[in-house]
C-alpha cells in the first residue's frame, strides 16, 4: 500500500533557528496537505499543495511539492516558541484516501 | 461556524469491555472519516463515510470494530471487546463535498487497562 514518509522524527532548535521537514511518498500523489498538531491538540490544517514544483509561503513558513509529486517540504524561517508541535503531511495518489506521514517533532527552546 | 464535535473526551475502560465514541460533523459536511492514532504516529484512517455509505474501510478491525452513519449526519464507531492495543486518540473528521481540508474534532483518548 501507499506508504508516505517523514524526516526527522524529531527536532529541537533554539528559538530564531530555521527548521525543515521533508515528506516522501512511494506513488505519485495528486496533492499533499500539512497539518500541525499542538501538544494535547487535534491536527489543523495549513496548506494543500496541488502542481508539480508549486511554491507556498504563509508568512514564516514555505512549503514545496516535489517536480515528480513524491515529495513535499516545509520550513519555518526564525523558528519562534508558538511553533511548538508535530507538522504531519498527508498525501493521497488519485482519489483515494489520504495517508499521513508520521510526523515531525518540533520542539522550540526560547 | 461551529466545528467538530466528539464525545466523551477521555475514556477508561478495561480490556474486553465494549466502548462508543460520537461525532457531530460541521453542518453539511458530507464526508466523515474516523482516524486511529497512537501516542508518536499520525493518524490511521479506520474508515470513511460520504453520506450514510462507507467509502473506505479496508483498515477498520471488522471483528473488533464497527462503524455507522445512519442519517448521513453523526457517526458512532464502537470497538467490543477492547484489547490493550487499541488505547489510542480516536479522532473524528468531516470535509466538505467540494473542499479538500479535512476538519478534525477534539478527539476522544481512550486508555485501555
Known amino acids: 500500500g501507499q506508504q508516505v514518509m517523514q524526516i526527522p522524527q524529531y527536532q529541537h532548535v533554539q528559538e530564531g533557528e530555521d527548521f525543515t521537514t521533508y515528506c516522501n511518498s512511494s506513488?505519485?500523489?495528486?496533492?499533499i496537505q500539512w497539518y500541525k498538531q499542538r501538544p494535547g491538540g487535534h491536527p489543523v490544517f495549513l496548506i494543500q499543495?496541488?502542481?508539480?514544483?508549486e511554491v507556498k509561503k504563509q508568512k514564516r513558513l514555505t512549503f514545496q511539492f516535489g517536480e515528480a509529486k513524491k515529495n513535499s517540504s516545509l520550513h519555518i524561517t526564525a523558528t519562534q516558541t508558538t511553533d511548538v508541535g508535530t507538522y504531519f503531511c498527508?498525501?493521497?495518489?488519485?482519489?483515494?484516501?489520504?495517508?499521513f506521514g508520521k510526523g515531525t517533532m518540533l520542539l522550540v527552546s526560547p | 461556524e461551529a466545528g467538530v464535535a466528539q464525545s466523551p473526551r477521555y475514556k477508561i475502560i478495561e480490556k474486553r469491555q465494549s466502548v462508543a465514541f460520537w461525532c457531530n460533523p460541521i453542518?453539511?459536511?458530507?464526508?466523515l472519516y474516523w482516524y486511529q492514532q497512537i501516542l508518536g504516529q499520525g493518524p490511521k484512517l479506520l474508515i470513511q463515510?460520504?453520506?450514510?455509505?462507507?467509502?473506505?474501510d479496508s483498515q477498520l478491525p471488522k471483528d473488533r470494530f464497527s462503524a455507522e452513519r445512519l442519517k448521513g449526519v453523526d457517526s458512532t464507531l464502537k470497538i467490543q471487546p477492547a484489547k490493550l492495543e487499541d488505547s489510542a486518540v480516536y479522532l473524528c473528521?468531516?470535509?466538505?463535498?467540494?473542499?479538500?481540508?479535512?476538519?478534525f474534532g477534539s478527539g476522544t483518548q481512550l486508555s485501555v487497562l
Open positions: 498527508a498525501g493521497a495518489p488519485g482519489y483515494s484516501t489520504l495517508t
Open positions: 453542518s453539511g459536511h458530507a464526508t
Open positions: 499543495l496541488v502542481k508539480s514544483g
Open positions: 506513488t505519485t500523489l495528486s496533492n
Open positions: 463515510f460520504q453520506n450514510n455509505g462507507v467509502v473506505d
Open positions: 473528521a468531516s470535509r466538505p463535498i467540494k473542499g479538500e481540508k479535512l476538519f
